[in-house]
């Protein structure tokens, strides 16, 4: 499974992003997938995960502030991030879960700075 992850930038504080991961293979046949992020001189964490039936989980970090979806016709899990901080800068990544098998997408940097 490729996966493409796209939509990072430079935003202010208080802002929003939309991040976007779309797979070689269909998302609905994939047991879960999530995005991580990675800050410099951090471990890589878990931001937020969906199912393949739906379920969704998110970091007590960002609850309330990030949604994750997903889109059929696209084929691709967003990532909606809102009120934005400078903790949230990251290099976030998708990460896709299958059968036992893990897969990994390149980085999407998101600085959060005025």
């Known amino acids: 499974v490729q996966l493409q992850a796209s939509g990072g930038g430079l935003v202010q504080p208080g802002g929003s992003l939309r991040l976007s991961c779309t797979a070689s293979?269909?998302?609905?046949?994939?047991?879960?997938i999530s995005w991580y992020r990675q800050a410099p001189g951090e471990q890589r964490e878990l931001v937020a995960s969906?199912?393949?039936?739906?379920?969704?989980n998110y970091a007590h970090s960002v609850e309330g502030r990030f949604t994750i979806s997903r889109d059929a016709r696209e084929n691709a899990v967003y990532l909606r991030m809102n009120s934005l901080k400078s903790e949230d800068t990251a290099v976030y990544y998708c990460?896709?879960?299958?059968?036992?098998?893990?897969?990994w997408g390149q980085g999407t940097l998101v600085t959060v700075s005025s």
């Open positions: 990460n896709a879960q299958d059968s036992g098998s893990v897969y």
């Open positions: 293979e269909s998302i609905f046949r994939l047991d879960v």
């Open positions: 969906i199912g393949k039936g739906g379920s969704r």
